[in-house]
């Protein structure tokens, strides 16, 4: 606990699921939270409800596609708590769909939200983070490194967060910023296997469940955020959950038709 008292964390999509659950076990850890949010309404019930447990927590609604509104978001945080120590990127969505029937304009808004945000808000902290020697933590996915069926323009957005992350990692590291990247199997939620009803109706029934069929517990978002603030107290590189899959990362790179014949049987 004494780790995380007093510090300041700004939490992106922080209304909900995830990166709640980040800002719920910092508040509990004593620290400070700034949580942005596109939905206003959502943003201010989640920050009155951490309020509520008594944990300092400041909403600020922001679309983390506009450069504008992340330094505006930025800005507001220093105003509000006069530092920043840690920065969890965590806005993002998936999505179902053939790849060849998924349209640049699909991939160019997938790579706005996933990717792109990621390196906005990133620039925006940097400065106060190197000030702090503080934490970017970028949300990826297990689709960060390997993909599987059905999945549309959601791997590519994520792959290039794992890029970039190596890229922060080779140039703020040596600043005193430690940088995270967190490659998550499927987050346990109450809509699961039936969110992408709408946009997999044609595609084979696994691919409307959890990480498109790929068969894994759904992780509970607590435990998760648990083991990213570990992590980040230890200044690790990576975090892989389940950790199990770094074997299978390792034979792709090595021997990729084996890899995807692994995959492949996972996500029968």
Same mark, same amino acid.
């Given at each position: 606990m004494a780790y995380w008292q007093g510090k300041v964390a700004l939490v992106t999509g922080g209304s909900a699921g995830l990166g709640y659950a980040i800002a719920d076990t910092l508040?509990?850890?004593?620290?400070?939270?700034?949580?942005?949010?596109?939905? !206003?309404?959502?943003?201010?019930?989640?920050?009155?409800?951490? @309020?509520?447990?008594?944990? &300092?927590?400041? !909403?600020?609604?922001?679309?983390?596609?506009?450069?504008?509104?992340?330094?505006?978001?930025?800005? =507001?945080? $220093?105003?509000?708590?006069?530092?920043?120590d840690l920065l969890v990127n965590n806005v993002g969505r998936s999505t179902r769909g053939n790849v060849l029937d998924t349209s640049p304009e699909e991939f160019r808004e997938l790579m706005e939200l996933n990717f792109l945000s990621v390196v906005r808000c990133t620039q925006a902290a940097a400065p106060h983070l190197i000030a702090s020697h503080g934490h970017v933590v970028n949300i990826g996915s297990l689709a960060s490194k390997c993909v599987s069926k059905f999945l549309g323009a959601y791997p590519t957005s994520k792959f290039a967060v794992a890029a970039y992350s190596q890229q922060l990692r080779f140039e703020l590291n040596p600043q005193g910023v430690h940088v995270l990247l967190v490659c998550p199997g499927p987050i346990a939620r109450e809509d699961a !296997?039936? @969110?992408?009803?709408?946009?997999?109706?044609?595609?084979?029934?696994?691919? @409307?469940?959890?990480?498109? !069929?790929?068969?894994? &517990?759904? $992780?509970?978002?607590?435990?998760?955020?648990?083991? $990213?603030?570990?992590?980040?107290?230890? &200044? @690790?590189? =990576?975090?892989?959950?389940?950790?199990?899959?770094?074997?299978l990362f390792a034979l792709a790179q090595l021997w990729p038709a084996l890899g995807d014949r692994i995959i492949a049987k996972k996500s029968s």
């Open positions: 508040g509990a850890q004593g620290a400070s939270v700034m949580l942005a949010a596109r939905d !206003g309404q959502r943003l201010q019930v989640a920050v009155e409800q951490l @309020r509520a447990k008594g944990f &300092r927590a400041v !909403g600020f609604a922001t679309d983390v596609t506009d450069s504008e509104q992340v330094c505006a978001l930025v800005a =507001e945080t $220093i105003r509000e708590f006069g530092r920043l !296997g039936q @969110r992408y009803d709408a946009e997999a109706s044609d595609l084979p029934a696994t691919a @409307r469940q959890p990480g498109g !069929g790929v068969k894994l &517990r759904g $992780i509970p978002p607590e435990q998760l955020a648990a083991k $990213i603030l570990r992590a980040c107290e230890q &200044r @690790r590189a =990576e975090l892989v959950v389940p950790s199990k899959a770094r074997w």
